[in-house]
């Protein structure tokens, strides 16, 4: 897991005052997300960190955490279908989902790429599939990003666990941050960039799941969309 913060940036490089907002945008997207280290997810005598209620979400970060954290320790490639077949021997259902993209030659700037899984919870736990992205700061990453956009994306965490509501949250911080990040360098925000076509990445008009090691099954616009 990525354990950066936004002060590893030379703050040289911005006001205080700029240090001071994205230290407090980072500190909004920190709320919004999982737990930021092992020590911080751990449950000691089954009890809940900081006060969170979501005990089905903060379990299911703990594993995806740990696996993550196993792979890099020993230096093991660890893709997203090996990360759902980890978490099925685990008890979890898990979907491999690719949002299809691609369209029109308009569509296509709005209908992005991408791959997650889908979790839900041991039966009886939760029904709430939730969204998990061990690649999801690098959705974000900008080639030529200002001091300051660097600086916010430096103290994210790496992956998303969580909901389709919560990550729709993180994303309106997000977005208009990048939105930002272009404004100040007096470039056109691309159309790919926009928010509405950075959210089909996870909230795709036509996907494929596919269980891991199963067949692939196409997802039309018609279908029931994931639960916020």
């Known amino acids: 897991i990525d354990d950066e913060t936004g002060s590893d940036l030379p703050a040289n490089q911005l006001s205080a005052e700029c240090v001071s907002r994205q230290n407090a945008l980072i500190e909004q997207v920190h709320q919004k997300m999982a737990p930021r280290s092992l020590d911080e997810a751990k449950l ?97 990453e900008l080639a030529h990003a200002t001091p300051a956009y660097e600086y916010l994306l430096n103290g994210m965490d790496k992956m998303f666990v969580g909901t389709e509501k919560k990550l729709r949250n993180i994303m309106d911080i997000l977005c208009v941050e990048m939105a930002n990040d272009f404004k100040d360098r007096g470039e056109v925000l691309p159309p790919w960039r926009r928010a509405s076509s950075m959210l089909s990445k996870w909230c795709p008009r036509v996907s494929e799941d596919k269980m891991p090691g199963g067949v692939v099954k196409l997802r039309s616009p018609e279908s029931k969309p994931v639960t916020r």
Not at 80 to 107: F, H, I, N
Not at 113 to 123: A, D, G, I, K
């Open 44 to 140: 000691p005598d089954g009890t809940c960190l900081e006060g969170r209620s979501d005990l089905t979400f903060l379990l299911c970060f703990v594993k995806v955490l740990q696996l993550v954290h196993d792979a890099e320790e020993t230096s093991a490639s660890l893709t997203l279908e090996t990360l759902a077949l980890k978490l099925q021997t685990l008890g979890y259902s898990v979907c491999m989902r690719t949002a299809v993209g691609g369209g029109s030659t308009k569509d296509c700037m709005n209908n992005l790429r991408h791959e997650f899984l889908l979790v839900t919870t041991p039966s009886g736990v939760s029904s709430t599939p939730l969204i998990v992205d061990i690649e999801f700061k690098a959705q974000f």
